[in-house]
């Protein structure tokens, strides 16, 4: 298949499926391992095809009709590209559920949503919800791909049927043709908001497709690229790019075993495209350099000076200016040298076949974006939201600068409202909030354009750099205005602190809590003098003072009023797991601040750093 194929043909979601299915029938679609064989196994488009049909008769048999809703809770797999795509060509609206949610959120959304019909792995799954919420008024059915129905609550208002029984109990149902119109609901996805109830984001079968094909006229993928697949179908980053984006282009999906396979599976799976966040980056830098470092200083030094001389080739190969320096006239000289023996060894890391990788869903510390593109991974850094379907911007081959998350799609419009928001129109913008008129108005300005509630700026030769969250603006007492995103990000670039959260509403002054990379954290106790594993080492004086300092050495260009001036250390990382990020792994402000709210206070009663300045 060629890149530049006819994309006027493609107008609803099931299109892209039907031309794989005539273009190419017998190419791999997806694969899997399963644990049972141990083995990976794959499904052509016409196998897909022929397994959707047999979904869209259970559900058609099940006694659901067009425009009905069915919430899908799965892990990505064979069986949650079935679900997704039998309901979409069937002229329904899948409502994916984020794996990692709690029980009553997810048990919140399936009656919001009105959904009919609930697909889940275990029997399990639905238990849990429905000891969370026991009244679900418009669910008819729970189909558990598992085939563990037997072990449903034997108080169930629902009926649950393992996914054997309901496919075979429907096998010879008639399927007819259904007439899907561009501006059908294709989604409902519910985003992972920081506070309140989670709102639907109504996405129509033309937001994704404009999205989809914009997309791949800055991209180009085609049916010999691989992706590999383990961002959940609920985050519409993955759902769009790795996904549809995917199908579109008619290229091969393959599905993680898991985030701890992750590294391992790249190495099987060998993508040539690589879709994450910037968390994962950041897990794979640290082991990367610590790797390295292992082999000692003289190996270290030569990973050093690998991502300075990669970082002016890159600077060059992207109209970037080039870092001064004394030894650039052997740039030409030592690199294919340090190439073969450094940068490729950090290549092979993600399998070795890299042509595209990129980072969205947060902010992408500067640090990553510097070394990695310094290494020749070819990392591309983008900006979206769920309400706009939800690619905006990325950075493309040749005018990548990492610091930016690039320039508008060719449909997108962008511009700068009241204290700089981000303003987007065009077709790939929500229809709305499901149920929520008052939210959906508040959404938009007067003139139609959609409100990020992002702070940017257009100072890179029309790229777009997003300076933070209008919302998480700190206003100090003092009157001084500070967006935590870049200086969380900029301390974070010292390996001795894995996350950081800055505070100071209302406060004279900033602070931060910090949780520590357990191995630096040994290293820098110990040259301290101080017992790492004792708890109450983490907030000694000279502890905090020492790490004041790394601290404001990170964020040393930014101004001395931005700069916190304590903070209170933690070992215990913050996850999706204990509620202090969102599935889309972003920090939930307000519940960090309730829980170390004892500590942010003693940070205001004895600032430490006050002795430093």
Same mark, same amino acid.
Not at 49 to 76: C, T
């Given at each position: ?427 790939? =913008? $929500?229809?709305?909030?499901?149920? /929520? &008129?008052?939210? +959906? #108005?508040? *959404? ?55 996350? =950081? $959260?800055?505070?100071?509403?209302? /406060? &004279?002054?900033? +602070? #931060?809590? *910090? ?66 990020? +969102? ?31």
């Amino acid at each position: 298949m060629n890149a530049d194929k006819n994309t006027n043909n493609f107008s609803v979601i099931p299109d892209f499926l039907a031309h794989n299915v005539k273009a190419y029938p017998d190419r791999p679609a997806y694969r899997q391992f399963f644990a049972s064989s141990k083995t990976w196994e794959s499904l052509t488009w016409k196998d897909f095809d022929e397994r959707v049909k047999q979904w869209r008769r259970g559900l058609v048999g099940s006694g659901l009709q067009q425009g009905d809703h069915v919430a899908i809770l799965m892990p990505n797999s064979f069986n949650s590209a079935l679900a997704d795509m039998s309901v979409l060509c069937s002229g329904m609206t899948p409502v994916p559920l984020h794996a990692v949610d709690t029980p009553a959120s997810s048990g919140f959304i399936l009656n919001n949503s009105e959904s009919k019909l609930l697909i889940v792995p275990k029997t399990l799954r639905w238990n849990a919800m429905l000891a969370a919420v026991s009244d679900y008024p418009n669910l008819k059915l729970v189909v558990t791909t598992g085939n563990d129905a037997s072990e449903a609550d034997q108080n169930s208002p629902v009926p649950v049927i393992g996914i054997d029984e309901w496919l075979e109990k429907y096998k010879n149902v008639e399927l007819s043709d259904v007439k899907i119109d561009k501006d059908d609901l294709a989604a409902i996805v519910y985003t992972s908001g920081t506070t309140g109830k989670p709102k639907g984001v109504m996405l129509t079968h033309d937001n994704i497709v404009s999205n989809v094909l914009d997309c791949q006229n800055v991209f180009a993928f085609n049916c010999e690229d691989v992706f590999l697949s383990f961002l959940p179908f609920s985050h519409t980053f993955e759902r769009t790019v790795t996904y549809y984006l995917a199908m579109q282009a008619g290229s091969e999906v393959a599905f993680a075993r898991s985030v701890a396979k992750l590294a391992e599976d790249l190495l099987i799976v060998r993508p040539t495209v690589f879709i994450s966040v910037p968390r994962v980056f950041e897990q794979f830098y640290s082991k990367i350099v610590a790797k390295f470092a292992q082999k000692g200083a003289f190996v270290k030094a030569l990973l050093d000076q690998t991502e300075a001389i990669g970082w002016r080739k890159f600077c060059r190969a992207n109209n970037l200016a080039v870092p001064s320096s004394s030894f650039t006239w052997l740039d030409n000289i030592l690199w294919p040298s340090l190439n073969k023996k450094i940068a490729s060894a950090v290549r092979e890391a993600f399998g070795g076949r890299l042509r595209i990788s990129v980072s969205g869903g947060a902010a992408l510390n500067n640090a990553l974006g510097h070394f990695f593109c310094s290494m020749g991974i070819p990392l591309l850094q983008g900006y979206g939201l769920t309400e706009t379907s939800p690619v905006v911007c990325f950075n493309i081959p040749g005018r990548n600068n990492p610091v930016t998350v690039g320039i508008p799609l060719v449909r997108v419009q962008a511009r700068l409202g009241e204290f700089d928001e981000l303003q987007i129109k065009g077709p790939s =913008v $929500m229809k709305g909030y499901w149920k /929520r &008129p008052e939210a +959906t #108005a508040e *959404a938009f300005t007067e003139d139609g354009w959609f409100k990020t509630g992002d702070q940017a700026d257009f100072s890179d030769a029309g790229r777009i750099r997003i300076k933070g969250r209008i919302k998480e603006i700190i206003v100090t007492s003092t009157g001084e205005k500070i967006p935590p995103n870049d200086l969380e990000l900029a301390i974070q670039a010292d390996p001795l602190f894995e996350q =950081v $959260m800055v505070y100071g509403e209302g /406060r &004279p002054f900033i +602070t #931060a809590l *910090a949780v520590v990379n357990p191995e630096k954290w040994e290293k820098f106790a110990k040259s301290l003098e101080v017992d790492p594993i004792d708890p109450e080492s983490l907030n000694r004086r000279d502890v905090r003072l020492a790490a004041i300092r790394r601290l404001k050495k990170a964020a040393s260009h930014f101004p001395q009023y931005g700069v916190p001036r304590n903070i209170h250390l933690l070992k215990e990382p913050w996850t999706i797991d204990n509620g202090a990020l +969102t599935v889309t792994m972003k920090l939930k402000r307000n519940v960090i601040c309730e829980r170390y709210s004892e500590e942010i206070k003693e940070l205001y009663e004895t600032p430490q750093s006050k002795v430093g300045t």
